[in-house]
């Protein structure tokens, strides 16, 4: 393989476009020195005075013509690799170049991959280098092969028809640290193979005498000493009379070392020595992959390439120094590469930043990644002792196919993205497409906020009373989640509790709720409010959570609410999407003494064999089916079936949404047990809420 800087002669008479090449190369992080020439006298002097790695020519020039070249290159350095570089060729033109021997044609319109085509050719041709060692080796061995075996630099082996080892000569030897003594007349796949593999190989071998021509195959061997080492075989037979195989002779090199330092290339050309991560040339190569793929099978939904610039690793830089400021970029590709999803990629794209790549279904999924990745790189970072350094970041997206059809188009694009969010104070992030940028940076502005509530305590709680219908009093009341936004006022928790379940605000925020409505249910017990039942809905995640036992038990600990007084509210669908986990869940909550609720029954998806086993003490029937009770037939008889349904397993009833005197008849009259709704009462805040619960107090 070649070592330092690529020498390239270049048959061009256009010197734009010679530079147009280096620039390609440089940038794929190829050092190379280029040297240029248009004559064919030029040409052959160059060739054997600069004798180059690689010859790019174009395919037509004024004095002069790349076939030519090629042919010139075939007759003198035949082991030079030869690739077009060309405007134009056509078809035709290309197909009798590859056959010339041309290892491949870039058109100059596409220069993006001149890079990539000239390693291909390096390696290629290194490994022709190889075969054709190999095969005059080879050719050497048949007419001496009685006289040198035992002394060739080369592994030897001899294989009797059937596979057994005849002759192991002392580079095989070497190599493996088997003698001959110890392999003679066995098997080769049982000596040099684990055992899982030995049938695969033995299938191989008992194709080998099919081959007309020397078989060259490689295969990874087994030494005394358990090691794997990398052999490159080639193995002819020969025959008898009739054309059956008598024996094998395989000639061998150990390429452990040479495969190893080609991996330590790739790696070197693919990915970021800093970080592991894919670095921008194999970046470019996987989104346009992605591209084709999503093309190709016309998978529904569109690919992100998020661009992230971490500008604070440059004032990092500047006052704690280089290797503090790479360790913080190491932490920070950590941090990221945690976010990754299956089918996606993350690279190191430039200095101080990184590029992501990722298939989404929808446009809002991009909003939760971006605030994801400001969230994990807004976190403090520790780096050699030094406390609460944090690293700014700016990001830039773009979507395909709105903004750009091919990769290289959706990088730029991205970059542009990137650099207005570093000029913009406000935003720290920006969509190329302003309409996209607009309503992502809406709701990404509104989780923000959202979060901000939570600690600025701009959350509140109000409070729907609950009335028993066989006795008219108030005996429980559901706590309701309000945002009290300090400029837009009160927020609807039909806009902010979807986006808090999506950010995972939800969980610190449920536990707020039931700690706040444990301590105001303990401070209405103590004004003489006995009994009165506190009923707070738990959201999916919540009720996922390991430690909701251990949450619930501690708001009850810390406020000296009754648990008999907590009613805790479960969805359907949170209770049947795991439903063996949910009965051991309401069973811990159940044995603290807490009462369950199914909240918005005959909504979801009900398993009757599942409910009559979960520990719950009542059903709330949905307001949907109540609102229309007095004259939809079928929402009538959906309440009947639930009433029903809720004595035959000995629950409670309520009835949510109850408006007028004839929805509350219809409860009373079919033996619902409890109702709430704005015929009594619209949620109350905290205060108004005492006042309601002592005058009722007073007038019972």
């Not at 989104?287 to 016309?298: A, N, S, Y």
């Not at 004032?315 to 089918?343: I, K």
């Not at 309520?654 to 949620?683: H, I, T, W």
Request: glycine share 6%; proline share 3%.
């Amino acid at each position: 393989m070649r070592r330092g800087t690529l020498k390239i002669l270049m048959v061009e008479d256009d010197p734009g476009d010679v530079e147009l090449s280096r620039y390609e190369l440089v940038r794929a992080g190829i050092a190379c020195d280029v040297y240029q020439v248009e004559t064919e006298d030029a040409f052959l002097d160059a060739l054997s005075r600069y004798q180059p790695d690689i010859v790019l020519g174009d395919f037509s020039l004024p004095n002069f013509d790349g076939m030519s070249a090629l042919q010139i290159v075939q007759q003198i350095t035949p082991a030079t690799p030869f690739l077009f570089v060309s405007g134009t060729m056509g078809e035709e033109r290309a197909i009798k170049a590859l056959k010339q021997g041309a290892y491949d044609y870039v058109l100059k319109s596409n220069l993006a991959r001149l890079p990539s085509a000239v390693e291909r050719a390096l390696q290629e041709a290194h490994q022709n280098q190889i075969r054709h060692k190999m095969e005059q080796a080879l050719q050497a061995e048949r007419n001496l092969l009685s006289a040198i075996f035992d002394t060739t630099g080369a592994l030897g082996m001899m294989l009797d028809k059937d596979g057994r080892i005849m002759r192991f000569n002392q580079a095989a030897e070497r190599t493996t640290g088997y003698t001959l003594s110890q392999v003679q007349d066995k098997q080769f796949w049982e000596v040099f193979f684990p055992t899982e593999e030995m049938e695969q190989v033995r299938n191989h071998f008992l194709h080998w005498h099919l081959q007309s021509q020397p078989l060259q195959y490689q295969s990874r061997w087994l030494t005394t000493g358990g090691e794997r080492r990398e052999i490159l075989w080639l193995t002819t037979f020969l025959q008898d009379d009739s054309g059956l195989a008598l024996n094998f002779i395989c000639s061998g090199i150990d390429i452990t070392q040479w495969r190893q330092a080609e991996d330590r290339v790739h790696r070197l050309s693919n990915y970021d020595v800093l970080t592991g991560l894919p670095n921008r040339s194999l970046l470019r190569d996987r989104l346009e992959q992605g591209i084709t793929r999503v093309e190709r099978e016309q998978r529904p939904g569109l690919i992100a390439v998020v661009l992230i610039g971490v500008r604070g690793a440059i004032a990092v830089r500047e006052s704690l120094g280089l290797q503090l400021s790479e360790d913080a970029l190491v932490e920070s590709s950590r941090r990221l590469s945690g976010l990754m999803q299956h089918d996606a990629t993350l690279a190191r794209f430039g200095d101080t930043s990184f590029a992501m790549v990722l298939h989404v279904h929808a446009q809002d999924q991009i909003a939760m990644v971006v605030q994801e990745i400001i969230d994990v790189l807004d976190l403090p970072y520790h780096v050699d002792g030094h406390e609460g350094v944090y690293l700014e970041s700016s990001i830039g997206v773009t979507v395909y196919p709105n903004d750009g059809d091919s990769g290289d188009a959706l990088l730029q694009a991205a970059e542009v993205a990137m650099h207005r969010a570093m000029d913009n104070v406000l935003e720290r992030f920006q969509f190329y497409t302003p309409s996209l940028n607009s309503q992502v940076s809406h709701r990404l502005q509104m989780a923000s906020q959202l979060r901000q509530a939570v600690q600025k305590h701009e959350l509140i709680l109000h409070y729907q009373p609950q009335v028993s219908l066989a006795s008219g009093q108030i005996v429980g009341v559901e706590a309701l989640l309000r945002w009290q936004h300090p400029e837009k006022g009160m927020i609807s928790p039909l806009q902010f509790i979807p986006l808090a379940e999506e950010t995972g605000l939800i969980v610190p925020i449920g536990e707020w709720v039931l700690r706040t409505a444990c301590e105001q249910g303990k401070r209405w017990h103590d004004m003489g409010v006995e009994g009165l039942t506190m009923a707070i809905n738990l959201s999916a995640k919540q009720f996922a959570l390991n430690n909701l036992a251990s949450v619930v038990r501690h708001a009850l600990e810390d406020s000296g609410f009754d648990s008999r007084c907590l009613e805790l509210e479960l969805t359907e669908s949170a209770s049947m999407e795991s439903p063996e986990k949910s009965i051991e869940v309401m069973k811990l909550l159940k044995a603290m003494g807490v009462r369950l609720s199914i909240d918005d029954f005959g909504t979801g998806y009900s398993n009757l064999n599942y409910l009559k086993r979960f520990p719950v003490d009542q059903l709330k029937i949905d307001r949907s089916f109540v609102q229309d009770v007095t004259t939809d037939a079928d929402d009538l008889a959906i309440a009947k079936a639930v009433i029903a349904l809720a004595r035959s397993l000995h629950l409670e009833v309520l009835a949510e949404g109850v408006e007028d005197q004839g929805q509350y008849d219809v409860m009373k009259q079919n033996g619902c047990d409890k109702v709430q709704g704005y015929y009594f009462s619209r949620p109350l805040a905290v205060d108004a809420c005492t006042q309601f619960l002592l005058q009722h107090i007073k007038g019972s």
